[in-house]
Nanobody, 124 residues
Framework: QVQLVESGGGLVQAGGSLRLSCAVS????????MGWFRQASGKEREFVAAIIRSVGTAYYADSVKGRFTISRDNAKNTVYLQMNSLKPEDTAVYYC?????????????????WGQGTQVTVSS
């Protein structure tokens, strides 16, 4: 059993930055990867970034590559998403998730546990 709580969302102007945090608790020893997904109003949930918990290898969607950075602090059981150069199209509810199987997939169906989400709104 894993619990996740996101924080750090808010309203920011285009070109600005936000840092999201996700506190993970429970059976953290079973986690292989942690990830961030987002879901804009009326759209499907989509992959944003992921990181392998043990070694820190990171993966990004093409839409955010070069602008977003995922990181983790294993001692604090926390994963972060630093978002720079934000665009209006980044507006969405952002969710963190964990995956137990030892590989990274972009399909949300492959991720087991989810947080409640935090709203990010980027104004133009």
């Amino acid at each position: 059993q894993v619990q996740l709580v996101e924080s750090g969302g808010g309203l920011v102007q285009a070109g600005g930055s936000l840092r999201l945090s996700c506190a993970v608790s429970g059976r953290t020893f079973s986690i292989y990867a942690m990830g961030w997904f987002r879901q804009a109003s009326g759209k499907e949930r989509e992959f944003v970034a992921a990181i392998i918990r043990s070694v820190g290898t990171a993966y990004y969607a093409d839409s955010v590559k070069g602008r977003f950075t995922i990181s983790r602090d294993n001692a604090k059981n926390t994963v972060y998403l630093q978002m720079n150069s934000l665009k209006p199209e980044d507006t969405a509810v952002y969710y963190c998730a964990t995956r137990q199987i030892g590989s990274v997939v972009t399909n949300p169906e492959g991720w087991n546990y989810w947080g409640q989400g935090t709203q990010v709104t980027v104004s133009s």
